[in-house]
Nanobody, 114 residues
Framework: QVQLVESGGGSVQPGESLRLSCAASNLIFSLYSEAWYRQPPGKQRELVASIASGGTTTYADSVKGRFTISRDNANNILYLQMNNLKPEDTAVYYC????????WGQGTQVTVSS
C-alpha cells in the first residue's frame, strides 16, 4: 500500500539547478529512512544521498557541496535539491524509503547537457 511518486526531473544546461520530489502515501513518514539513488546510462545504480529517521545525512563524494537531501514530514515529501549540475549527473533518479522493507519510486530522468 505504500506508494512513492517522483517528480521534478528534466533537461538542463550545466550549472543550472533542479529539485526532485518524492511524495509518499500510506505511511508515517518520520519513522522511515530515505535515500536518493541514480543510474547513469550504461552504469550501475549508485547511492547519491541518504537521510536517517533521526535526520543524519550522507552524500556521495561526487555530489557533496552541490546536492542537499531534505524532507517535509508534515506532507510526506522527500526532496533532492541539485545545484550546479554537471553532465556527469545525467541519470535516472530513484527515491527509496525503508523501514521494515524498501519501497522505490518510479524514477525520473535528469539530463544535463549543453
Amino acid at each position: 500500500q505504500v506508494q512513492l511518486v517522483e517528480s521534478g526531473g528534466g533537461s538542463v544546461q550545466p550549472g543550472e539547478s533542479l529539485r526532485l520530489s518524492c511524495a509518499a502515501s500510506n505511511l508515517i513518514f518520520s519513522l522511515y529512512s530515505e535515500a536518493w539513488y541514480r543510474q547513469p546510462p550504461g552504469k550501475q545504480r549508485e547511492l547519491v544521498a541518504s537521510i536517517a529517521s533521526g535526520g543524519t545525512t550522507t552524500y556521495a563524494d561526487s555530489v557533496k557541496g552541490r546536492f542537499t537531501i531534505s524532507r517535509d514530514n508534515a506532507n510526506n515529501i522527500l526532496y533532492l535539491q541539485m545545484n550546479n549540475l554537471k553532465p556527469e549527473d545525467t541519470a535516472v533518479y530513484y527515491c527509496k524509503i525503508g523501514r521494515y522493507k524498501d519501497y522505490w519510486g518510479q524514477g525520473t530522468q535528469v539530463t544535463v547537457s549543453s
